[in-house]
């Protein structure tokens, strides 16, 4: 890897410092991938024929393997979501699956995770730190997981459920897409549109053209209707009609719950054999399992959490309903207080707008990008002590917007950089924002020489490019995404862990890894950080008082039904993993029924199926697991109180408490448990009054 001289002609293959983004192009992937899993593989195989269980005959050597493979197919899959074209994605899909199987044969090696257990048996055990334990734990623990630690029938009982369940999430979410797709209705008199967004009438056009409605137009129609969610949620919020408001409600409501598409005993089936697995790992459920895995430690942790929110948050969800009826009365809505479930968004969509509307084409010329970077940075300076300088040029880019920073410590030294893609280019670019990691932080040996790589990050929004010769305007969402996409790179950059497994992001539990980012969201309320950045970009004049109290307002907006409404689906959630018997006397449909008593307060009517169109926990990752975006939210609301109990205009305060915050949550990454990370900023176990005080809501 050290070797210089024979610099590989392939620059996919150098596997180490900065992608050579000017060099590289998408027929250099295939044999790329192709050669680098060769090597890798035999690699492998030689290290599993003879390893040897002890941190440097066994940790780093595969480290060393996964860090070859990240650097190569790291640099394809981002330029996969910054660079798309129909060259890169054939040759990204040609060599996908071989990486998946090298990944999979990787984490499931026999050899390797016996080597793992021997380590942690072995003499060597005590002398390693406690971050180098925690790495070899987590190993061994996910290699569990999935099921490596299993032989003879149990094994392969375990590989059958794998294979099966692998299906049945193929076609639960092929059943919801179908059941989505299936329905539409097309509206051809302008008076079945009344109040509908010009965006909207853009989309629903376009959706019509696509069916053969070649002359449609936003304008003149005709438009479709769909349960595309970019359609069906404005449409609910704006349509005036409560009769079609109804019909696609409805619709929606009952997706993939009968014929064809039906997701009912998927759903039982799903239930039953993760129930089967878990015992086959030794828990008594699937949640247990899935919490095995996590920072929340048991699940009655889990239930005490969701229960202490819906307590407080249950009556002023009532409270906001009761509210929004007399707005709707007043407002001379049709049924007067009656509302109906497709009501509900419309009528807060305009009290909303009664009480605080303001535009984002309001805001925008406060929050000019160069100005709220300069913010921003000032702010993680005032914080963390550290500063952020352009390196424009120091780092081959993969377009000419794409800007490189440099992130320096207190003594002025380099500790970290990244890249920042701020600008949607839809041709070739994925959408929304997100962080990667391009390079970890870690120390690697060559030979006698321990080297230590500095970590880069890249940071990707997708706002509006500069036009007619302004800076690029952002909206306050906007804002809000790129100080949370900024605050998983300050976990990325600012970690102080040298071993790669669990320097920055890595090795952290899923449950606590919003905790940096939505920790940075609280900021942009902070009346020091906004007033500092937006001012208008032509005359200077700094954000109207009364636009900032709008912003304040609207944070809070119906808050205890926004919270009750995702306790609803993390407690079903929990409920059908944990107590619910599959097979037993209580349905799928009665559980979430019976949970729905305390945790709605407009009752779902009877023919609501959302468990059938519930992809996050039937057909994604959050199964045994959504409740973790309340969990985070706690972790995150309580870590920004302490800067609140520090007094947020006691500058001195705040840069103590700033840098206890970066030597703990930002600095430990995943070598300690997250719950001891948080405990050594916060000096106790995390609390929810910051949360719920933050969503207006008081026990
Ligand atoms: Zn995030």
């Known amino acids: 890897m050290s070797n210089d001289t024979s610099k590989p002609s392939n620059p996919l293959l150098v596997c180490e410092g900065l992608p050579p983004f000017d060099q590289i192009q998408p027929e250099q992937v295939r044999p790329a991938m192709t050669q680098l899993l060769t090597e890798l593989e035999q690699e492998l195989q030689t290290l599993e024929s003879a390893v040897e269980p002890t941190w440097t005959g066994l940790v780093e050597p595969l480290e060393k393997l996964g860090d070859r493979l990240s650097w190569s197919w790291g640099i394809v899959g981002h330029l996969m979501g910054v660079k798309n074209s129909p060259e890169l994605r054939e040759a990204y899909e040609a060599v996908q699956p071989q990486v998946v199987e090298f990944i999979n044969r990787f984490s499931q090696s026999q050899p390797i995770y016996g080597a793992y257990k021997q380590l942690q048996q072995s003499q060597d055990w005590s002398q390693l730190d406690p971050a180098q334990k925690r790495i070899v734990e987590s190993a061994i623990r996910d290699a569990e997981l999935s099921g490596v630690g299993l032989e003879g029938e149990a094994k392969d009982r375990f590989n059958e459920i794998q294979l099966e369940l692998a299906n049945l999430a193929t076609q639960f979410s092929n059943h919801v897409l179908d059941a989505t797709k299936a329905f539409n209705i097309l509206l051809t008199n302008p008076a079945e549109v009344a109040g509908l967004p010009p965006s909207l009438l853009s989309l629903s056009a376009q959706a019509a053209r696509a069916v053969g409605e070649k002359a449609a137009n936003p304008e003149h129609g005709p438009w ?11 449409f609910m919020q704006h349509s005036q009609r409560p009769d079609l408001r109804e019909k696609l409600y409805r619709a929606y409501i009952s997706r993939a719950s009968e014929g064809e598409f039906d997701n009912t005993e998927i759903i039982d089936r799903i239930l039953k054999l993760r129930k089967e697995e878990a015992k086959l790992l030794g828990f008594e459920t699937y949640a247990e399992a899935s919490l095995a895995s996590k920072m929340a430690p048991t699940v009655s942790a889990v239930e005490t959490l969701q229960e202490q929110l819906r307590q407080a948050s249950y009556d002023q969800a009532k409270a906001e309903l009761e509210t929004l009826k007399t707005f709707a009365k007043e407002q001379g809505a049709e049924d007067g207080g009656d509302l109906k479930h497709w009501d509900v968004s419309f009528w807060a969509e305009r009290q909303r707008e009664a009480k605080f509307d303001i535009t984002d084409e309001q805001l925008r010329p406060y929050f000019p990008l160069p100005q709220v970077l300069e913010g921003l940075f000032s702010l993680v300076n ?96 906007e804002v809000e995404t790129l100080f949370h996409e900024f605050g998983h790179g300050l976990q990325h950059m600012l970690t102080q862990v040298d071993y790669a497994g669990a320097a920055g992001i890595n090795n952290v539990e899923w449950d606590a890894v919003e905790l940096p980012s939505q920790f940075m969201e609280n900021w942009c309320y902070d009346r020091q950080t906004l007033m500092g950045m937006a001012k208008h970009y032509e005359t200077g004049e700094p954000l109207p008082e009364d636009y900032y109290q709008k912003l304040l307002a609207a944070r809070t907006y119906m808050s205890g039904s926004a919270m009750l409404r995702q306790l609803h689906f993390g407690m079903v959630d929990i409920e059908l993993h944990h107590n619910y018997q599959p097979g037993g006397s ?74 206890r915050f970066r030597d703990t949550v930002l600095a430990l990454g995943g070598s300690q448990h997250p719950m001891e990370v948080f405990k050594s900023f916060r000096g106790r176990e995390p609390s929810t009054e910051a949360l719920l005080r933050h969503s207006g809501l008081t026990i």
């Open 586 to 659: 209580e349905q799928v449909k009665q559980v979430r029924d019976r949970i729905a008593q305390t945790t709605t307060v407009l009752p779902p009517l009877p023919e609501d199926s959302f468990l059938c169109s519930f992809g996050h926990i039937f057909a994604g990752g959050y199964s045994a697991g959504y409740y973790s975006y309340k969990w985070a939210e706690v972790l995150s609301a309580d870590a920004f109180s302490a800067f609140e109990e520090a007094g947020l205009d006691n500058d001195d305060a705040v840069r103590d408490t700033g840098r």
């Open 382 to 477: 005032r914080l963390f002590g550290v500063t952020v300088t352009a390196a424009d040029g120091k780092a081959p880019v993969w377009h000419e917007d794409v800007r490189y920073f440099q992130v320096a410590n207190e003594q002025g030294e380099a500790i970290a950089h990244f890249y920042l893609d701020p600008y949607s280019r839809p041709a070739e670019k994925r959408g929304g924002a997100w962080m990667d990691e391009c390079l970890g932080r870690a120390k690697f040996r060559h030979g006698n020489d321990i080297q230590t790589r500095l970590p880069v990050a890249y940071l990707i929004c997708n706002q509006t490019p500069p036009v007619d010769g302004k800076p690029s305007l952002m909206t306050f969402r």
């Open 224 to 234: 479709l209707m769909t349960l595309d969610i970019p359609c069906f949620g404005p």
